[in-house]
């Protein structure tokens, strides 16, 4: 078989993607690769179709158990024999999966890092030929990468255990400069041909909220959602059990993952959201690197990550069947306390010795102030993350809050002055500077105990911003600081004002901010099962969460995957994903031949689901008649 005769006849997808065929014909041709791809953009595509064709096996090192699983049954299910190694399978299990590996019986083979080096998974491994090695999520082996993973330094081991080298194709989506060069070097790879397809996800609209009460924002947009998939990221355990709490007692249907849950109540949880049992699942990072579920319709990031890399990892979760999904982030100032917290109180390396982890951090530290930055930015939200990976784009992508909105230039000389003038009185009173919530207490003239303690209630602008609201009063402070007028010490995080500062005290300098104007509002669909026409409003459909009536084809093909999808006790998206079912529902088969022209459709899924579907869009438009 050809490359596309694969690609057709097992994923049902008529044309590849961008850098996949590139990729998968350097390593037919013996070359080692390195393939950086956005998540989402089709990365395992570039070593299941060469692993297909050519002899032996190919190893896949994967990182999460749940990767594994899913790529698995979805193999299995287009017809590709595919097992896997890690530490959920019992020994009865792994004899077995050795035995079939010895025999034949897989073409594809996954392994965690951490069995690399185990001796009954090396012996066998030196029995097989193995064409290729993957290693997938290939930012883990540079401990410079925001998540660094000891176990994948085995990988260089591993191959040098093995009777000969296979090609070595690395993967990632989210890499700088640094740790592409790292990943080469560690990984020893040959000259490697690599692809940079672009980090950009154009079927994401992204949104950043600052709102007084997230939970109450979080139930309000799950509710609108209530028949969606979607992730809901925390930054701690006791954000997770505190809000799955919540939103159950509201009756939201949810599932919760973090590594302080037994493994078998994760698993569970997990499962329950993978199979669609539940809608919402509330996790810490701890899931998703690697999620293969396709369906997953939005995430939302409570708390502010610790870094571009990780939100834009997490967040590029949604919509992995390039179907139109949406990205939020809820973020407060306690935000940045808590990610600063993480960084400087994660747990120590051993492997590091104290110079490299204060490197470590300093690295961390500099990635979070980039996070800080997406979270303030009145520019274009996809903008500044692709700014950040180093691609260039248009000015507006039409498709973030902050390109949809109407922003005016308000005068806040006055509000300047009073922010200004208090950092100096307070300065002046105690001999040293303060932080930004003490500051705001001080303008809006708050009896907490630290302000009493201190005597700032003496000072002349106590309380002169008693009306303001304190997250206004946040944003004034952090536009003066992206102004130059103030700076935030590194050290401590206390607001020291800077020369620019006397031109606005005391020189008559004007000081002005963009302001959102109204949010952007869809207008209402002109008909009901149909979007309505034009860029922007689709775009701010997108946004806002209102969705567009869906098609009544789509619902119908639903709850035929349904029924399908709980008689064969598998996830929805493994019968096919909404991408598949909207692409059909547009091209309406007939055939078994038309129904091959869908895109995901494959002759193994064609022969197994083909006349279930084409009977249902049959009795549909008998219906519609």
């Avoid at 290939?138 to 080298?165: K, M, N």
């Avoid at 307070?426 to 500051?439: D, M």
């Amino acid at each position: 078989m050809t490359k596309h005769e694969i690609l057709k006849q097992y994923f049902g997808h008529d044309d590849f993607r961008t850098g996949q065929e590139e990729l998968i014909d350097r390593i037919l041709a013996g070359q080692d690769v390195l393939g950086i791809m956005p998540t989402g953009g089709g990365k395992s595509m570039c070593y299941q179709v060469p692993g297909m064709l050519m002899d032996g096996v190919t190893l896949v090192i994967s990182p999460l158990i749940s990767l594994m699983k899913d790529q698995v049954m979805a193999l299995k299910n287009a017809g590709v024999g595919a097992a896997y190694v890690n530490s959920t399978l019992t020994l009865e299990q792994l004899r077995l999966v050795y035995r079939r590996i010895r025999e034949g019986a897989y073409k594809i083979i996954y392994a965690a890092p951490e069995r690399l080096l185990a001796e009954g998974f090396v012996s066998v491994m030196q029995e097989v030929k193995i064409s290729l090695l993957a290693v997938d999520e290939a930012h883990c082996i540079s401990q410079w990468g925001q998540d660094f993973r000891p176990s994948y330094l085995r990988i260089t081991e591993f191959l040098g255990v093995l009777p000969y080298r296979p090609v070595v194709a690395a993967y990632t989506a989210t890499a700088t400069e640094f740790v592409r060069d790292d990943i080469v070097r560690i990984l020893g790879l040959r000259d490697p041909f690599t692809v940079i397809t672009g980090f950009d996800r154009p079927n994401l609209s992204f949104d950043v909220q600052k709102p007084k009460n997230k939970t109450a924002s979080l139930l309000t947009f799950l509710r609108s959602r209530y028949e969606k998939s979607g992730i809901v990221y925390c930054a701690t355990r006791s954000n997770v059990e505190k809000l799955y709490e919540e939103l159950t007692k509201h009756g939201i249907s949810a599932a919760k993952y973090h590594a302080g849950m037994e493994d078998s109540e994760r698993a569970s949880h997990q499962e329950d959201f993978s199979y669609d049992r539940k809608t919402v699942m509330v996790a810490t990072n701890a899931f998703g690197m690697g999620i293969d579920k396709s369906n997953i319709s939005y995430v939302v990031h409570y708390n502010m990550p610790k870094s571009v890399e990780a939100y834009y990892q997490e967040a590029g979760r949604a919509g992995r069947d390039g179907s139109k999904a949406e990205c939020v982030l809820y973020f407060s100032a306690g935000d940045v306390t808590t990610a600063k917290y993480l960084i400087e109180n994660g747990s120590e390396n051993e492997e590091l010795s104290p110079e490299e982890r204060q490197k470590v951090m300093e690295a961390d530290m500099a990635r979070l102030d980039a996070m800080i930055g997406y979270c303030k930015t009145t520019a274009c939200l996809r903008g500044y993350i692709l700014d950040y990976f180093g691609q260039p784009h248009e000015e507006s992508c039409g498709n973030c809050t902050n390109c949809l909105s109407e922003y005016v230039d308000l005068d806040i000389t006055t509000e300047a002055q009073m922010i200004l003038s208090c950092i100096k009185r307070v300065h002046a009173h105690l001999g040293y500077s303060i932080g930004t919530a003490l500051i705001v207490n001080v303008l809006r003239g708050g009896k907490v105990r630290r302000v009493l303690d201190m005597g700032l209630d003496k000072v002349k602008t106590y309380g002169v911003m008693v009306k303001s609201d304190p997250m206004q009063i946040r944003a004034y402070i952090d536009h003066l600081e992206k102004e130059g007028y103030l700076r935030v010490t590194q050290e401590y995080q206390t607001l020291v004002l800077t020369d620019r500062a006397d031109e606005v005290l005391f020189r008559g300098e004007t000081v002005t901010m963009p302001v959102k104007l109204t949010p952007a509002v869809p207008e209402p669909p002109k008909k009901a099962g149909r979007p309505v026409k034009g860029k922007t409003s689709a775009a701010l459909s997108a946004v806002s969460g209102d969705a567009v009536p869906e098609d009544g084809l789509v619902t119908a093909l639903k709850a035929v995957r349904l029924r399908l999808a709980e008689e064969e006790n598998v996830p929805r998206y493994m019968v096919f994903s909404n991408a598949a079912l909207e692409d059909m529902a547009a091209k309406r088969p007939h055939s078994i031949e038309e129904f091959l022209n869908v895109s995901g459709v494959g002759a193994s899924k064609a022969a197994k689901y083909g006349a279930i579907f084409l009977e249902a869009i049959a009795e549909y438009e008998q219906k519609e008649e």
